[in-house]
């Protein structure tokens, strides 16, 4: 039977440092059927492109530097791969945009935007 999660069978590639993704939240995706790499820092992140990484969508800590955002930016929708920038639930304000957490609703806005039926939606 073919499950109902739009994210199953699919693997999101998370950047950021080593506390951006809680275990909560990686449960949280693990537990709708997705695979999980990372969180990869910045700095490695070219290292994993070059090596040929297959995944299926990327969460991108907002807080990388500009330069870094930009050229990942570029990089991803050359290629037409899904992508959202988020910050932790750790954050004290929250301006908007997507929050990495185990809350459904947050882990149900970021997975609609990377794999709902609008999938021209690139951050």
Do not use: C
Not at 14 to 34: M, P, V
């Amino acid at each position: 039977m073919k499950s109902l999660s739009p994210i199953a069978g699919k693997t999101i590639l998370i950047i950021g440092e080593a506390d951006f993704l809680s275990g909560d939240a990686k449960a949280a995706f693990i537990a709708r059927q997705a695979s999980v790499t990372g969180p990869i820092v910045v700095s490695g992140v070219m290292d994993y492109l070059r090596e040929g990484l297959v995944f299926d969508a990327m969460i991108i800590d907002v807080t990388i530097s500009d330069e870094d955002m930009l050229w990942m930016n570029e990089w991803l929708e050359a290629r037409q791969i899904p992508f959202v920038f988020a910050h932790d639930e750790r954050f004290e304000i929250r301006p908007g945009g997507f929050v990495l957490s185990a809350r459904p609703s947050d882990i149900d806005a970021m997975i609609a935007a990377l794999f709902g039926p609008d999938s021209s939606y690139y951050h």
